[in-house]
């Protein structure tokens, strides 16, 4: 939370100087500043976090699905066990008809617990939308969790076979605390 609390101050005391260096775009910097000030405090969402990050935005391979993002950690006072929490919005921007190729948006989640030595993921959740411009919120909780990661895909409309997949992307790792 410090870490956040150093950029905002950083980005408040750089658009100051940029006031000064131009005084045409000042008040546009400043609302730039007061912007990303706002993000930075809800992004640290409250003091029931332990950890909180804004994630995203991530693709599939062809740009046609997105999905961004914050995510949530809060650590018990012994910190031995720990609810990760999710939300986010997953865009469909394929705007062809199904019948020239259009796919849903797709995104899934996949999580490792801590105490799973093996390195098995678990399916954590996933999310379809069809409805080309416009978006899908979700949200969701897991237990015991020191790893997150998110792939965003494509999906056929009537299938269960996602295609054209971005990368996995970590959200989370309880080593980066």
């Given at each position: 939370m410090m870490k956040k609390m150093a950029t905002g101050l950083l980005a408040l005391a750089a658009t100051g100087a940029l006031a000064f260096a131009t005084p045409a775009t000042a008040s546009a910097a400043t609302s730039a500043t007061a912007t990303a000030a706002t993000a930075t405090t809800a992004a640290a969402g409250s003091s029931d976090y332990d950890y909180s990050d804004y994630w995203?935005?991530?693709?599939?391979?062809?740009?046609?699905?997105?999905?961004?993002?914050?995510?949530?950690?809060?650590?018990?006072?012994?910190?031995?066990?720990?609810?990760?929490?999710?939300?986010?919005?997953?865009?469909?921007?394929?705007?062809?008809?199904?019948?020239?190729?259009?796919?849903?948006?797709?995104?899934?989640?996949?999580?490792?617990?801590?105490?799973?030595?093996?390195?098995?993921?678990?399916?954590?959740?996933?999310?379809?939308?069809?409805?080309?411009?416009?978006?899908?919120?979700f949200q969701f909780s897991k237990n015991r969790v020191d790893s997150v990661r998110v792939k965003v895909c494509q999906i056929p409309l009537h299938s269960s076979s996602p295609t054209r997949c971005g990368d996995w992307e970590y959200l989370y790792t309880a080593e980066s605390e």
């Open positions: 995203g935005s991530y693709f599939s391979s062809n740009h046609k699905a997105k999905a961004r993002g914050w995510i949530g950690v809060e650590w018990d006072k012994h910190q031995k066990w720990n609810s990760v929490r999710v939300k986010g919005s997953l865009y469909d921007l394929d705007h062809r008809t199904y019948k020239q190729g259009g796919k849903c948006a797709y995104v899934k989640f996949a999580v490792h617990h801590f105490g799973d030595h093996d390195g098995q993921w678990y399916d954590g959740k996933s999310y379809t939308y069809c409805g080309a411009g416009g978006a899908k919120q």
